[in-house]
């Protein structure tokens, strides 16, 4: 049952961290390694991603599943950014968040299944401020959106996760 759609019930009992919920969770994030190309240590997102921190929350070590190494692109085309297809796991986050003072987005998902992608607009890359261009990077959980020339900027090693655990920061 998803937890977002179910209705809370009298009686009902809520398990969130169990065993096997955390299996489920840890074999989510083993099939989002498998389906990318994710290469942790030659990433610029590498200890600002949120995909990394939860594969060493849940302590990941080999995928149980086989790695598809699929033929993905890089969209360079961009004056402001790189897209690069290998490292996004389609979560829609710049979809829903990254848009113009008309509304008007600058990506969006092209085809489906496991042909999907997420792109960004041609027209509207052209007008990219570097704010909006910041705000795209900082929104994207993993390496996908880069601005140009400015990756490498915060040296490794006091990136947001290289000295706290994900989640480490709600207080529950
Ligand atoms: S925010 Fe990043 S990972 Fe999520 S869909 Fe956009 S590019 Fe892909």
Redesign the pocket.
């Known amino acids: 049952m998803t937890a977002c759609t179910t209705p809370v019930a009298d009686g009902m009992e809520v398990e969130n961290n169990t065993e096997e919920i955390n299996d489920i969770r840890k074999s989510i994030i083993e099939l989002l390694f498998v389906s990318g190309n994710h290469f942790c240590p030659a990433c610029e997102k590498s200890g600002n991603c949120e995909l990394q921190a939860l594969a060493y929350r849940y302590q990941m070590m080999v995928p149980r599943f086989p790695f598809l190494f699929p033929q993905k692109g890089v969209d360079a085309s961009s004056p402001k950014i790189v ?1 690069d297809q290998n ?9 829903k968040t990254i848009e113009d003072e008309k509304g008007r987005k600058y ?1 969006a998902y092209k085809n489906r299944g496991n042909k999907l992608e ?1 792109i960004l607009d041609e027209e509207m890359a052209k007008t990219m401020t570097d704010e909006i261009a910041q705000l ?1 990077m900082e ?4 390496g ?2 880069l601005r140009k020339e400015i990756g490498y900027n915060q040296p490794i090693g006091t990136r947001k996760y290289d000295t706290k655990p994900i989640g480490s920061e709600i207080e529950v």
Request: net charge positive; proline share 5%; glycine share 0%.
């Open positions: 897209k490292r996004c796991i389609a979560c829609k986050r710049c979809i990506f997420v795209a929104n994207c959980p993993v996908s959106i």
